[in-house]
């Protein structure tokens, strides 16, 4: 776990994030395991990265998963 944090719900609601194919209800399940771990533990962030990526026309269901770091959902991304 991030930050040697460790709880037994907050990793079995990861596995189950993990799998969810619905982008929409994946993001909702990323942003109830943020509270979920807000409420177990203090949080500071300490830095805030930001990415920039450059897709070509070929590609198809481009989507940033802005709820966990902000990296291409690598789930949805195909070539046309």
Do not use: C, H
Not at 14 to 25: C, K, N, Q, R, V
Not at 55 to 76: E, H
């Amino acid at each position: 776990m991030y930050g040697y944090f460790t709880d037994p719900e907050v990793q079995k609601a990861f596995d189950e994030a993990y799998l969810i194919a619905d982008s929409a209800a994946r993001e909702k399940a990323w942003g109830d395991i943020d509270e979920m771990i807000v409420k177990k533990v203090g949080v500071v962030p300490i830095s805030m990265q930001k990415f920039m990526y450059v897709r070509g026309s070929g590609v198809k269901n481009y989507q940033d998963n802005t709820i966990y770091t902000g990296y291409v959902d690598l789930a949805q991304i195909s070539v046309k």
